[in-house]
């Protein structure tokens, strides 16, 4: 009972820190519980609650997630809570804090985007706060993967879903929103390299894989030893985001990743077989806050992220461009620029995954909400772990553990004018050795990817998956 208490205060906590407010509504739309902020839903006689209690009488009857905004450009996210045997007996939901954007306003044509001065202003504050936005999201997706692991009963494990289901709803559109807000303020800087496109393309299909084979969906790529010139890590974005797309309203058949040459430069495709788009809406689609999917039809989004990667392609001086089969499928393609392949380094063969359970897991974190959600997780991997603070902690718990860490996790930004790229420098130097380190930040720095990369450090940008943290742990301490 005391460990369930604690959990409960740490995840009440997290959710006071990133102002949501979780709940749950029987099936007479009576609230059950409500945990974060504030104490109560709406008023009774409140709009904000009718058109709360008409959206959860949906989901009672249809069975299907909705989504709407209330007062103060707040969003609410709303799921069905089942019994084991499938019936749904409820409705869970989660109210999450406006991103200072417009939700549901129709798209303006592109003559009538706001000028330089409003659009400037809004996006540099909102670049401004990327780090600190980002923090409490990470937060809760940990705490939240700790709780799923506690639970026994069938509810409590449908309940907990639910939640994570409406939780990962509000981190993507947090980050497609500060992602837009980078890029309207100019702080995304283009850092092109040599990209071997054949491992791009795959390890985008092997991380999407379980997604696609949980609708039944053909997933694979084309074999490619074809090399763009770009920044590999916008580059993952792009494709990421429009094979998610693909996976996403594909309801049968299959998603096919591949790349062809025109001359000088690479076409890479993300072919579908699912609904197609109209002729007359393939230029609206690349619009904010456009979405082709209606209201009662499975997850949505703000409509932000065919946006912005068509944005993003802009920046990196790439064509996007759709072909469209209504019925048949659609095909996204991005043109860059190509470098000979005898110019890439051949990447080496991956390292078999090394066990995690013993290994000594160096985290430094300022948040300390941040850090407790971070060492509860490694810990509940087997792994050992030394924290701290700031450098001087952590340097201090390491001299009393009397164990050189095998992997360092750490912040970018810490006290004392300190980073994760010198606090990884100190400790190797300290220790003698090349040890292993991983930046898990939500900093929006543009030299960043770059920095990391020449320290020999691997990089994670707040709010991260769980499963994608421990992937990215095995691959640092194989040496990946």
């Known amino acids: ?17 990133a102002g949501l407010v979780l709940f749950e509504l029987d099936s007479l739309l009576r609230p059950l519980w409500v945990l974060g902020p504030d104490t109560a839903l709406p008023a009774a006689t409140s709009p904000d609650r009718r058109r709360l209690d008409d959206a959860a009488q949906q989901v009672l009857s249809a069975g299907q997630e909705r989504s709407l905004s209330l007062a103060q450009g707040r969003r609410v996210v709303l799921s069905p809570v089942r019994d ?3 019936a749904v007996t409820g409705v869970a939901g989660v109210v999450l804090p406006s991103p200072a954007l417009p939700m549901e ?4 044509p592109r003559s009538t985007r706001p000028g330089p001065a409003y659009g400037m202003a809004s996006a540099d504050i909102l670049a401004r706060a990327n780090h600190d936005l980002r ?3 990470q937060a809760m ?5 700790l709780l799923e692991t506690k639970l026994d009963s069938p509810q409590q494990r449908d309940l907990a879903q639910r939640l994570g289901e409406a939780l990962e709803t509000g981190a993507e559109q947090l980050s497609a929103v500060l992602d837009l807000a980078c890029l309207d303020a100019g702080r995304t800087k283009v850092s092109a390299t040599s990209v071997p496109l054949g491992p791009a393309l795959a390890r985008i299909a092997d991380a999407l894989h379980p997604d696609a084979a949980r609708k039944g969906l053909r997933l694979r790529t084309v074999p490619s030893r074809l090399v763009a010139y770009t920044d590999p890590v916008l580059l993952d974005r792009m494709l990421r985001a429009l094979t998610e797309n693909a996976v996403r309203f594909t309801r049968a ?17 993300v072919w579908d077989s699912g609904p197609g788009i ?5 230029v609206d689609i690349f619009e904010p806050f456009v979405q082709m999917t209606p209201p009662y039809e499975g997850r949505r989004g703000l409509g932000l992220g065919l946006s912005l990667v068509e944005r993003t392609a802009r920046l990196l001086g790439a064509d996007i461009a759709v072909r469209s089969w209504p019925g048949r499928g659609s095909c996204f393609s991005l043109v860059l620029p190509t470098t000979p392949p005898a110019a890439v380094t051949v990447p080496s063969p991956p390292t078999a995954i090394p066990p995690l359970a013993g290994r000594v897991i160096a985290l430094a974190e300022d948040d300390r909400l941040q850090l407790a959600a971070l060492e509860a997780t490694v810990q509940d991997w087997g792994c050992d772990t030394v924290i701290g603070g700031s450098l001087p902690e952590l340097l201090a718990a390491l001299r009393q553990a009397g164990r050189a860490p095998d992997l360092i996790i750490s912040d970018f930004r810490l006290p004392g004018g300190e980073t994760g790229l010198s606090l990884v420098e100190t400790l190797r130097r300290d220790y003698g050795r090349p040890i292993a380190g991983l930046l898990l930040t939500g900093d929006a720095h543009p030299d960043l990817q770059a920095q990391a990369r020449a320290a020999g450090l691997g990089i994670l940008h707040k709010p991260v998956h769980p499963a994608r943290l421990r992937r990215a742990v095995e691959q640092a301490l194989a040496g990946g």
């Open 1 to 17: 009972m005391e460990n369930a208490a604690r959990r409960e205060a740490a995840l009440s906590a997290a959710a006071a820190q």
């Open 84 to 86: 084991a045997g499938g």
């Open 105 to 108: 306003t129709p798209p303006a």
């Open 135 to 137: 923090q409490p999201i």
């Open 141 to 145: 997706r940990l705490y939240l993967h």
């Open 253 to 269: 058949g299959r998603v096919l990743l591949g790349v062809r040459p025109i001359g000088n430069r690479v076409s890479i495709q």
């Open 278 to 282: 109209p002729v007359e809406r393939q």
